[in-house]
């Protein structure tokens, strides 16, 4: 006997006789509240049902008696188990019942109503089928009386750009996805649509948004479905901070609407296989982990079905002693640099079985878009070698690895798909064949020392910016795959806040993995972006404000840091920076050591007089120091160039006209000169050196002689050396 319906008693007595089955008494409610959603299609020409399993993106083709015409905005209602939406033929709402048979209703419309309408739902609250054209505004159809009323005209409404509207189950109000991806809420009874936050963004996403079928479960949670890919997303509603995450994979159409149960849950089917990694990697079905129904695909000889992942350390073959990974065998180490192998075993193939597979290649514990190893790799019954290639960057240690056997092109880590199977292994990976060039050789440093008065002379006693550096480099097959560079501040003698910074000539950035910077400071790591933007070249900014992690003396008259009488300490502010390449780099590739170290004027700091007048405040990074001849970066403020003392032209930089520099590299742990006493006192034979442009002539000029050395008093307290020609501070 069919279900009795008391509600549905003027509908039938008001449907068009036309139009009916054989008999209008065969219409067949759904049993109950089905658990699959139901897409409505055209893909040639004459509508097509489907049921689909939004967990997996699953569907099949249902039998179906819908006629000629497209069938759009459809709802299923709860109130008496049927399935209502728009008829292009008869251009009225039709009842669709569990046969998938369509019958037309005839249903008295008001002047004006528009003939085609492909946005809708029935409500959950009322007995009402709501259908919404943005150039005709928002109806509704009583399904007791079959009777159609404007809600809301286009300018009340306005014209949101969607596709489908679904029903939340605790509340009145719809939702939708328009083409830019922003969440709508539309309150029919007041008959008003409000734009909320952006979920998604087309162009990031690379792939147009159309989003035909939308739906909710009983929890809460909505789900949109994308006709241009079939992608699934599934949404969090929480007013503006409503979130969006990949969800499935499900098929694809130009023409694209849904229909579902909204009291129904959507939940994993017990006959799912799951992945085995930490649930960063999204495993869990609550974090819309990767999944595939059970079939007869899949890799090597063991599948098993579960209803959600079993996370390390319990994964599901410790859980159930079944070691169902069986499917990936890696007959070579995984090197950095180097070229490996897989041995990938496959059952139950068909002409559209596609591989794909992860390395978290930087152990950060997610996989990103350039840790694919495999992309749509055909596969066939048996086994099969498959090389990649394991990147410079790549980070020594263990980490996992994800592969998806499946009929699906373009998968991603995350997210259901109908069939096949998802294995994770944990895997490790070595460094061979590294070798290290150091500069300067051995254990040493080498020091840069800066005058910050620049353009002018200022006191020239170059001890402003004192730096002791050190360089690593990591060489693979003839090219660098990753720098360390430790240093320590030797002396800040400036009033003037200075910051400190390392560039890599010729050296995109883009050459470098930004995510795989590590910056450590007395010991500690620092949060921050060390890879500067929008520059030319790769700068590696060390520190803004070098006083941020240094001190004065602790004498009383000590307002410096070791360039003072009186004001020695052992002490060093020191850091290390360690730089993996995205891109290795050929040896010949690389810039000369030291590469080109620099300070500039720290942001928000007042910083000399020209500076103040050139730029109507604070010169920051505009206001660099390089070593004599390095060019300046790309941020450099060029009209400093031949102010004051600088006679800059041409390929020659910061120097004035007799050659002398702003800054200079001493080859060994110098002792500077104390506060404001000139560098031309200290050293006699430094201005001989930075006259000859060919640097030959008193190459030493920084080493003491020994009758000099004959002549210096040691302080016991402060390591001051002082005589007549003389004063430098060790």
Known sequence: MPKPLPKLAITLATLSISSLAPSALAQQPFSNCPTEAFLFQNPSGEPVAYGVNIDLGSYSTLASSLGSAKINAVGFSQHDEFIYGWDYGAQSLALIDSTFTKYSLSVTKPNGAPSAIYVGDVSLEENAWYGYRPSDGLYKIDLDTLVMTLVASPAQFGAPKIFDIAFHPDNSLAYSIDSSGYLWQIDVNAGTSTQLNQLLDKDALGYSLTFGAVYFDVDGNFYASNNSNGFVFKVSIDGMQSSANFFAYGPSSTSNDGARCALAPVEASPNTDFGDAPDSYSTSYANSGARHGVTTLKLGELIDGETDASLPPLSDDVSDGVDDDDGVAFPLPIQVGRMSKLSVSVNGASSGSVLNAWMDFDGDGTFDSDEIIVTNLSVSNGQQDVFFSVPPWAQVGSTWARFRLSEVDNIGPSGGVPTGEVEDYLIDITEEGVVTEIYPSG???????????????????????????????????????????????????????????????????????QELIELIINGEPVERTVLESGTTDAVLIIQDDLWDIAESGEGESCTFFRTQEGCGTSYRPTWQLTVTMRNAIENQQMPDFPYDPFIFAAPGHYYGEIGYQLTGGYPSRGLEVHL?????????????KALGDD?????????????LPWAIEIPLTWQHPLEQVSILKAYRYFSVFASDPSGQTATTWYAATEEEKDNRVDSDTTNDYIDENYVYFD
Request: proline content about 4%; cysteine-free; hydrophobic content about 30%.
């Open 443 to 513: 254990a040493d440093y080498t020091t840069f020392a800066y005058e910050d008065q620049y353009p002018i002379a200022g006191d020239y006693d170059m001890n402003d910016v004192l730096m002791n550096v050190k360089y690593t480099e990591y060489q693979l097959d003839g090219k660098v795959i990753r720098i360390k560079l430790e240093g320590q501040v030797a002396a800040l003698g400036g009033d003037y806040h200075s910051g400190f910074a390392i560039r890599l000539p010729d050296v995109a950035p883009t050459d470098i993995k």
């Open 628 to 640: 004599k001849n390095q060019a300046p970066t790309s941020k450099f403020d060029a009209r400093y």
């Open 647 to 659: 006679t800059s032209s041409g390929e020659t930089h910061f120097h004035n006209a007799n050659g």
